[in-house]
């Protein structure tokens, strides 16, 4: 793999250390207990034939990530506490017209105990259960939903840390010289390069993407915050600012080349 054109395949999540990671859906029965959870986020209470709920698998902690970013289990148990009343939204635009559902709980289930990640941890699985109103407006996408129609979403949340499988770098602090998914040669011999997302600072939203049902596909991302963006962007143009550049500029491009696609569908669909 080319490692400069490695870190061009991205565009969609490129701002602010936010990534964007695929999910999948499934349809769920409403419980008296769901209920229960739900209602402390209405203002009054909703009854059974009132909600459409569903869940929704977030993601794993298996080091097999397609784009070479894979959440660990610390990832995961943060992300379980802050996804937790957090929105629902047709695509990422954080509009509040885009708004169709809610996270009302999360679990983290290990189905195996014995199976392991390649990382030594136990292979674990993030999933959250949404809660929609039943409405005349949403009636055809619940239906979708059921159908299995609408099934591919992605989340969007900010890594405490993105350490690098190659020198250790904490790359939300400062860029290592290395690119993800590029072989390099070790003391222990070659291996690949990938980016452990520990922990998460924020989890945003969750949204319907039309993209491919892949576990861990379609992660993008500036791990910079704000506050250390000038120390970043000192460190990328010791690396290679001309390079740079273009990249910077390829991936806003890209950004914009999503949008305009998304855009053009929702034309489509109406």
């Not at 945003?204 to 991302?221: I, L, N, W």
Request: proline share 3%; with cysteine; net charge negative.
């Amino acid at each position: 793999m080319d490692p400069e054109n490695s870190r061009k395949d991205f565009g969609e999540g490129f701002v602010k250390g936010l990534v964007c990671k695929s999910a999948d859906v499934e349809c769920q029965d409403v419980t008296v207990e769901d209920l229960r959870k739900i209602n402390k986020f209405t203002l009054s209470p909703l009854k059974e034939d009132e909600v459409f709920t569903f869940k929704v698998i977030m993601g794993d902690n298996e080091i097999d990530d397609r784009n070479f970013e894979p959440f660990n289990l610390n990832a995961l148990k943060d992300l379980k506490k802050l996804y937790i009343g957090k929105t629902m939204i047709k695509d990422h635009r954080r509009i509040a017209d885009n708004q169709i559902a809610r996270v009302y709980e999360t679990e983290l289930i290990q189905n195996d105990t014995t199976k392991m990640t390649k990382a030594g941890e136990i292979y674990t699985q993030l999933i959250a259960k949404c809660y929609m109103v039943k409405t005349s407006s949403n009636a055809d996408l619940i239906q979708e939903i059921k159908a299995g129609i609408k099934k591919e979403v992605s989340t969007g949340c900010k890594p405490k840390h993105a350490f690098c499988s190659i020198c250790g770098t904490d790359n939300t602090k400062t860029y290592c010289p290395h690119y993800w998914g590029h072989e390099y040669d070790t003391d222990a011999g070659k291996k690949v390069c990938y980016f452990t997302l520990d922990g998460a600072k924020e989890a945003y939203e969750v949204s319907f993407v039309a993209v491919p049902a892949q576990p861990r596909a379609g992660t993008t991302k500036n791990y910079c915050d704000e506050k250390q963006k000038e120390n970043c962007e000192t460190n990328v143009k010791e690396k290679d600012n001309s390079n740079i550049s273009k990249e910077l500029e390829l991936r806003m491009k890209l950004i914009d080349s999503f949008l305009f696609t998304q855009n053009q569908k929702e034309k489509e669909g109406n």
